[in-house]
């Protein structure tokens, strides 16, 4: 395995690389759009560096297989620039673009064998037979195709023939980046892992500029650098997988991101100060501004502590999962979960608890208030 990873490493050590840039960009599907709902993407700015490994998360219809498509060139947007290293593309089709794809459902011809499947792009480019043959056979022992390179495409099971998705968009030598549309959908859980632990190794190696589309966090958060959340067609947060498990700029991400996900409550404002349940919360902020539809408090419940005084809550389950025990516990204002390690003795009907200082933040109209 790991002479394999060094090989595909000496196959793409010489990429070209792109810094890509996305401004003001938007767009609809619909020829006459009436309001914000209308439209996929709204007013999306992004600077990507070269060499970076970055994310698109969001959960199915948020934008982001409409964003990677925008980039790619097969959708041509509504509004806006994209720009590869400061030249502008945004009326390039997708070959002058010079961008390798693989979507989320293999795309190979079942006539081809393995070894013609993975030929074809580099056929395409007109290159000697001498190389295609080196190229192939080095992908192939990358992504343990070496043993199929003879058979029929149609006859692999969903998994091998992704890993021919895979492998056609690593042989090429010429890309500016290369994208994944949720690559490992189809993939079984095991080889999902090693894949995707390849992936992140082999970036690490060559500074490539990768792109990786998925709805999983899990994913997302072991792949990149930089993940970009997106929501209703808009980006909420973009940060590394730290910065958006520790400080969630939207509540959006706060339930996303996490698992349990981040506590929501309706709180008050008063005077400046975060008040909750009718106790005086610890918050970092000086809040001025107060004309907000609606205020919630956030907090994490791996930030959440048992104590003899603080808010009043009713403990109605409590989940060992080994490690941790998961509490589900009740206050007024709506449920708690709190996380505590597997050693901590829960109380059995009521108890006090308090958030730390550090990790509490206050939304206003779902944006965290800075």
Same mark, same amino acid.
């Given at each position: *395995?790991? *002479?394999?990873?060094?090989?595909?490493?000496?196959?793409?050590?010489?990429?070209? *690389?792109?810094?890509?840039?996305?401004?003001?960009?938007?767009? %609809?599907? =619909?020829? +006459?759009?009436?309001?914000? $709902?209308?439209?996929?993407?709204?007013?999306?700015?992004?600077?990507? #560096?070269? /060499?970076? $490994?970055?994310?698109? =998360? /969001?959960?199915?219809?948020?934008? @982001?297989?409409?964003?990677?498509?925008?980039?790619? /060139? =097969?959708?041509?947007?509504?509004k806006g620039e994209i720009?590869?290293?400061?030249?502008?593309?945004?009326?390039?089709?997708?070959?002058?673009?010079?961008?390798a794809q693989i979507f989320q459902f293999p795309v190979i011809y079942d006539t081809m064998t393995v070894y013609d499947n993975l030929a074809f792009p580099l056929k395409n480019r007109g290159l000697s037979k001498t190389e295609i043959d080196s190229k192939v056979k080095e992908i192939a022992e990358m992504l343990e195709l070496t043993p199929t390179l003879n058979n029929?495409?149609?006859?692999? %099971?969903?998994?091998?023939?992704?890993?021919?998705?895979?492998?056609?968009?690593?042989?090429?030598?010429?890309?500016?980046?290369? *994208?994944?549309?949720?690559? &490992?959908?189809?993939?079984?859980?095991?080889? #999902?892992? !090693? &894949?995707?632990?390849?992936?992140k190794e082999l970036h690490q190696k060559i500074n490539r500029t990768m792109i990786y589309v998925t709805h999983d966090q899990i994913e997302a958060l072991t792949f990149a650098d930089q993940v970009v959340v997106m929501h209703e067609g808009q980006i909420v947060q973009t940060g590394t997988p730290i910065e958006l498990f520790e400080k969630p700029k939207h509540t959006f991400v706060g339930h996303f991101i996490g698992s349990p996900g981040m506590n929501i409550l309706p709180c008050e404002i008063k005077n400046g100060q975060v008040n909750f349940e009718g106790n005086i919360l610890p918050n970092n902020t000086s809040i001025k @501004?107060?004309?907000?539809?609606?205020?919630?408090?956030?907090?994490?419940?791996?930030?959440?502590?048992?104590? +003899?005084?603080?808010? #009043? !809550?009713?403990?109605?389950? !409590?989940?060992?999962?080994?490690?941790? #025990? !998961?509490?589900? $516990?009740?206050?007024s204002s709506g449920s708690i979960k709190i996380l505590a390690n597997a050693s901590v003795e829960i109380p059995s009907d009521s108890a006090h608890i308090t958030f730390d200082e550090k990790y509490t933040y206050v939304y206003g109209d779902d944006w965290i208030i800075e």
């Open positions: *395995m790991w *002479m394999s990873f060094y090989i595909l490493i000496q196959i793409i050590d010489w990429y070209p *690389m792109a810094k890509i840039t996305l401004k003001n960009l938007s767009h %609809t599907y =619909l020829k +006459k759009p009436n309001n914000d $709902a209308d439209w996929a993407l709204k007013d999306i700015n992004i600077d990507w #560096k070269d /060499g970076g $490994a970055y994310a698109l =998360l /969001g959960p199915s219809g948020c934008g @982001k297989t409409t964003l990677l498509n925008i980039i790619s /060139g =097969l959708l041509k947007p509504s720009l590869f290293n400061d030249k502008d593309v945004t009326s390039l089709n997708p070959v002058e673009r010079d961008i029929k495409a149609a006859g692999l %099971t969903a998994d091998g023939k992704q890993k021919i998705s895979l492998g056609r968009g690593l042989v090429r030598s010429d890309v500016n980046v290369i *994208m994944f549309d949720e690559p &490992l959908t189809v993939i079984d859980p095991h080889l #999902k892992w !090693v &894949l995707r632990s390849k992936l @501004k107060t004309n907000f539809n609606k205020t919630q408090v956030g907090i994490r419940p791996e930030f959440i502590n048992f104590s +003899k005084e603080g808010i #009043k !809550v009713k403990i109605k389950r !409590v989940s060992d999962t080994g490690r941790h #025990k !998961v509490i589900d $516990a009740d206050c």
